[in-house]
């Protein structure tokens, strides 16, 4: 299943609302500009129903090159972006593991046959 683009939501929201193709877009982008600005000012941003972005900041840390583990890589701190899905969106993706027959936990890995 191909992923969900920005110009797939243009479309689709200018067939259902008979809104201008153009005007859609401008909408959408001012959107992301504003939640983008938000985020950038450390604000959370609540979209009831849908979910919380959150910024969070990472500690430094000290990690390992897999290639070379007799050196430590300093790793600075930094601030990242955190999704919480709301309650509608998780319940509307919890159907997802219904229609495949999960409980929601990671599929167990099976050992390939050779």
């Not at 609302?17 to 450390?42: F, P, Y």
Request: no cysteine; glycine share 6%; aromatic share 2%.
């Amino acid at each position: 299943m191909p992923n969900l683009t920005k110009r797939d939501l243009v479309v689709r929201i200018s067939n259902e609302t008979g809104m201008v193709q153009q005007d859609v877009l401008n909408v959408i982008q001012r959107t992301l500009d504003h939640l983008t600005e938000s985020l950038a000012h450390g604000q959370a941003v609540e979209l009831r129903n849908f979910g919380v972005f959150e910024v969070k900041l990472r500690k430094a840390r000290v990690g390992r090159n897999p290639n070379r583990p007799e050196h430590d890589v300093p790793i600075p701190p930094r601030a990242v972006v955190k999704f919480k899905a709301g309650k509608e969106m998780k319940s509307q993706v919890m159907k997802l593991s219904q229609l495949h027959g999960t409980d929601g936990a990671a599929p167990a890995s099976t050992p390939s046959a050779s």
